[in-house]
């Protein structure tokens, strides 16, 4: 066996294409904003396009690191930008309703029943997709649906426009001189990491994800591992909205969180996590949801115009998942085999296809073991 080079086994790591790409735009905007880099402090806070970036990122995080849960178990959620759109229809209508939007008790009360909205559609997900048996494309679109008209029942079909300071620092403050929401981004992911790699429920997870009925037949409670999955993403999404809405001091059933789950999707995948289900990563989700909103802001630095920008978003989506693939990456850069060997570790279903982790008989043999 011939030692592989170093160079080859960095660019097999499933999170280097994701990070070469995200350095890669952020070096595009070099030419059209030299100060791009530039972080400056301005009355006790910091200031910057690295920091507009991570703040106006923060909401898509949260749904994305719910999102890979979900997709972990061969789901998916299509409800994730309605929920973002109750939850913040929801708080804003309450304190709206309030004689003192300032206090801190009415806001806390607020923002408890938007998230309790959002627990519910998530334990409605997840009943549907666990307990009926529907397909979770169809199970979750019926909120993606209805969700949208629901928000805009408890807006009355006008933007909810509040004036509450505690309620403006979630997803606009400022605290210890960084945007209060990267701290609450940073919490939500920090929780995840150490409850599915420091526990044994990221195993349990990613055991559903791979063969939901084997799981069962050796005691796992699968039903029980969907629904709680897609009541954390249901959370998520919930307290992205409280961000969003709380960022713009308002409410807008019609156009918050609206077409988040693609763009939550698409970090999923550029992160490294295969859509059938299995293992997945969220430091590689966290990642592509940067890249996702680092390419927003490099459409707008150069000057991309409006009608074409989505075409430009999807060619880069495009580009970034055919250098995550394997056999892409054989074909075009040569060299090392296709197959298990190739891209990863072998039974590393988040870099590896099917037909790669059935390439050889030790895969196999690895495979039936497991």
């Not at 960095?10 to 100060?35: E, G, I, K, Q, S």
């Not at 006790?44 to 923060?58: A, D, M, N, T």
């Not at 009415?106 to 397909?135: D, E, K, S």
């Not at 050796?218 to 709680?228: H, L, N, T």
Request: positive net charge; proline residues 3%.
């Amino acid at each position: 066996m011939t030692t592989t080079p170093r160079w080859r086994t960095l660019t097999r790591h499933h999170l280097f294409w994701p990070v070469a790409v995200l350095v890669v735009l952020l070096l595009v905007n070099v030419p059209f904003t030299p100060d791009f880099f530039s972080i400056k402090m301005t009355d006790g806070h910091l200031y910057g396009s690295l920091v507009s970036i991570v703040l106006f990122g923060s909401p898509l995080i949260l749904v994305a690191v719910g999102m890979t849960l979900v997709i972990a178990t061969g789901g998916i959620d299509l409800s994730v930008g309605a929920v973002v759109a109750i939850t913040g229809a929801l708080t804003c209508s309450y304190i709206s309703d309030q004689a003192d939007q300032d206090a801190l008790s009415g806001v806390l009360l607020a923002m408890g029943i938007g998230l309790v909205a959002a627990v519910v559609c998530g334990l409605w997900n997840g009943f549907l997709v666990a307990r009926m048996g529907i397909q979770p494309i169809i199970a979750t679109l019926i909120i993606m649906v209805a969700g949208r008209g629901v928000a805009q029942l408890i807006t009355d079909g006008q933007i909810i426009t509040v004036n509450s300071e505690p309620y403006k620092l979630i997803g606009g403050g400022y605290w210890l001189t960084l945007p209060f929401s990267i701290f609450v981004v940073a919490a939500v992911v920090a929780v995840t990491v150490a409850l599915t790699r420091r526990t044994a429920l990221g195993l349990l997870v990613e055991s559903v994800g791979g063969n939901a009925e084997a799981s069962r037949l050796v005691g796992i409670r699968s039903r029980r591992i969907k629904i709680m999955v897609y009541v954390f993403c249901a959370l998520c999404a919930g307290i992205a909205g409280l961000m969003i809405s709380s960022n713009t001091s308002a409410a807008d059933g019609n156009n918050a969180g609206l077409w988040i789950e693609l763009d939550a999707i698409l970090a999923v995948v550029i992160g490294g996590t295969s859509l059938l289900g299995g293992r997945f990563s969220i430091g590689g989700t966290v990642v592509g949801a940067l890249v996702i909103q680092t390419l927003t802001t490099t459409i707008y630095t150069i000057g991309v115009p409006t009608q074409t920008n989505l075409v430009f978003k999807a060619a880069v989506v495009i580009i970034v998942c055919l250098m995550q693939s394997p056999k892409f990456r054989a074909k075009v850069f040569g060299g090392g085999r296709l197959g298990g060997r190739f891209g990863g570790k072998r039974g590393d279903r988040s870099t590896a296809t099917p037909a790669d982790t059935a390439a050889t008989p030790e895969t196999v043999r690895t495979m039936e073991v497991s």
